[in-house]
C-alpha cells in the first residue's frame, strides 16, 4: 500500500469519526434549530405570579422575546442580570414584548426566585414542559426571538452573557424593531 | 426452619429482582405510547430514547406520547410532531435521506473496503515471500554414515 492510500484512508476515517462522534455526543446548542424561519407555537398559560391568563394571542404583531427559565436552573441565575437589562433598554419600544415561561418547576419556588432576582416583565407557567416540547427547547434556559409576522427568527440554547448579549441586541432585536413590514394577519402554529 | 435462611440469602444474591417484581398490567395505550417512545431520542441524554431515559425531558416527552395516543393520533403523526420540534437528532433512526444516508452505508463500506485492502495485504505477502528452497543434496560420505548408524541401530 503507498504511503499516499495510506493517508486517505487515516483521512477518510478520522472524519466518519468525528461525524459519528457529533451526531451521538455532540452539544445540542450546535445543532442546527428547525423551528429557525417557521412559525412559533400558540401558547396560553397562567402569570407565574399573578396567575391570570396570558396568551400568544395578546402579543400579536409585536417583537416577543421569550426565555425559558426555572429557578433550580443556574445558568438562568447568570443570565437573569442581563435579562432585566435587556427589558430595561426596549421596554419603552411599543413593539416589543418580552416574556419569561417558568419551565418544569414548583410556583413557590418560581414566585421566591422572581422576588429574589427580580421581576420587570410577565412570566408564564409551564409547569408540565408541554409548551417547551412545544419550541423544541433542550433545557433551560433557551432564548427565542419571534418577529411581528409571528415567525421564530432566532433561537439560543444558553445564558445571555457577553458576545450573546451584544448580538442578540444589535444584530437580531434592533433590526427587528425597526423593520416596516406590517404583522400578518393568523400568524403562529398550532399543535 | 434455620436451615433455610442461608438458601434463602443465596436465593437473594442469585435472583435480585424477583423480590421487586411486580405484575404490570399494560394497556393498549401504554403498548403504544412504549413502541412510539422507543423510537424517539432523549434530546438531553446520551444515545438513550425516551422511553429508557429517566432525564424530566424525556418523561415530559413521554406524557406527551401519551396525550397524543388518548387524542388518537397515530404513530406517525406523533413521530413528525416530535421530528417538527427537534428535527433528525430526535429519531434513533435518522430518516433516509441526505447525509443520513452516511450512517446507513458508512458500515458496510467500511466492511467492503477493510476487505478489500486486507486481501491485498494478503495477496502482497504471500508474492513477496520466496517459495521455501530444496534442502541441498545429501552427499555420499554422510549418506553412507546415516546408513550405518541405522544398521546399526537395528543389530542392537
Known amino acids: 500500500m503507498t504511503r499516499t492510500t495510506q493517508i486517505t484512508i487515516f ?57 425559558f427559565w426555572a429557578s433550580w436552573c443556574q445558568e438562568c441565575k447568570v443570565e437573569h442580570e442581563n435579562l432585566l437589562r435587556l427589558y430595561e433598554e426596549f421596554k419603552d419600544h411599543p413593539e416589543f414584548v418580552m416574556l419569561g415561561i417558568n419551565y418544569q418547576d414548583e410556583i413557590p419556588k418560581a414566585r421566591a426566585y422572581l422576588q429574589r432576582y427580580g421581576s420587570s416583565f410577565p412570566h408564564m407557567q409551564d409547569v408540565k414542559g408541554a409548551l417547551a416540547i412545544d419550541f423544541g427547547v433542550y433545557g433551560v434556559p433557551e432564548t427565542f426571538v419571534i418577529d411581528r409576522q409571528g415567525i421564530i427568527r432566532h433561537k439560543w440554547i444558553g445564558p445571555i452573557v457577553d458576545n450573546v448579549y451584544t448580538n442578540l441586541t444589535q444584530n437580531v432585536l434592533t433590526p427587528l424593531l425597526s423593520d416596516p413590514t406590517p404583522p400578518r394577519q393568523g400568524s403562529g402554529q398550532t399543535t | 426452619m434455620f436451615r433455610l435462611v442461608p438458601i434463602l440469602i443465596i436465593l437473594c444474591f442469585v435472583f435480585p429482582t424477583a423480590g421487586l417484581a411486580e405484575v404490570v398490567d399494560e394497556t393498549e395505550i401504554d403498548q403504544q405510547v412504549r413502541e412510539i417512545a422507543k423510537t424517539l431520542r432523549c434530546t438531553v441524554c446520551q444515545t438513550e430514547n425516551i422511553w429508557e431515559s429517566g432525564a424530566p425531558l424525556a418523561h415530559q416527552m413521554r406524557e406527551a406520547v401519551r396525550e397524543r395516543v388518548r387524542q388518537g393520533q397515530s404513530a406517525e403523526e406523533i413521530r413528525a410532531y416530535f421530528h417538527s420540534r427537534y428535527g433528525d437528532y430526535i429519531m434513533m433512526e435518522p430518516p433516509k435521506q441526505g447525509v443520513n444516508w452516511l450512517i446507513w452505508v458508512a458500515p458496510f463500506l467500511l466492511l467492503f473496503g477493510g476487505g478489500i485492502l486486507l486481501w491485498r495485504e494478503v495477496k502482497g505477502w504471500v508474492t513477496r515471500t520466496p517459495a521455501p528452497q530444496p534442502p541441498p543434496a545429501l552427499d555420499e560420505t554422510s549418506r553412507r554414515r546415516i546408513e550405518r548408524e541405522l544398521h546399526q541401530d537395528k543389530l542392537e
Open chain 1, 11 to 67: 483521512v477518510v476515517l478520522l472524519a466518519l469519526l468525528s461525524l459519528f462522534y457529533q451526531g451521538l455526543w455532540g452539544d445540542p446548542r450546535h445543532i442546527p434549530p428547525v423551528l429557525v424561519d417557521t412559525p412559533a407555537p400558540v401558547f396560553e398559560g397562567p402569570d407565574v405570579e399573578s396567575g391570570e391568563p396570558l396568551s400568544s394571542e395578546q402579543y400579536k404583531g409585536k417583537v416577543i422575546l421569550v426565555n
